[in-house]
């Protein structure tokens, strides 16, 4: 069974950076598909990012386009997501998941697999 662990998260001021790991075990995570979405304050949970099982195909919400990049390293078995220019509207709970079947998805309603949560807050 696979199992996503996130970490990374904490306090940056607006322009800041962070980088998220979400780290995998029970499964090698080159067999599945990652995406990470977020949950701010009273709103849904929105996709923000996925890869494919290489890492050669990505994907990104308008929103983060062009300040967040999602990396992979299948040998650590782990995701990243490097995330710039950290803006208020940043702020939530970010989530790593992934999907065995099927392509990169900003649908959060396309994995199966998701991990704890990390809180991410941005304010000055």
């Known amino acids: 069974q696979l199992r996503l662990v996130e970490s990374g998260g904490g306090l940056v001021q607006p322009g800041g950076s962070l980088n998220l790991s979400c780290a995998a075990s029970g499964a090698t995570l080159d067999a599945y598909v990652i995406g990470w979405s977020r949950r701010a304050p009273g709103k849904e949970r929105e996709g923000v990012s996925c890869?494919?099982?290489?890492?050669?195909?990505?994907n990104y919400a308008d929103s983060v386009k062009g300040r967040f990049t999602i990396s992979r390293d299948n040998a650590k078995n782990t995701v990243y997501l490097q995330m710039n220019n950290l803006k208020p509207e940043d702020t939530g709970v970010y989530y790593c998941?992934?999907?065995?079947?099927?392509?990169?998805?900003?649908?959060?309603?396309?994995?199966?697999?998701w991990g704890q949560g990390t809180q991410v807050t941005v304010s000055s």
């Open positions: 998941a992934a999907r065995l079947l099927g392509s990169c998805s900003l649908g959060t309603l396309a994995y199966g697999y």
């Open positions: 890869s494919n099982r290489s890492g050669g195909s990505t």
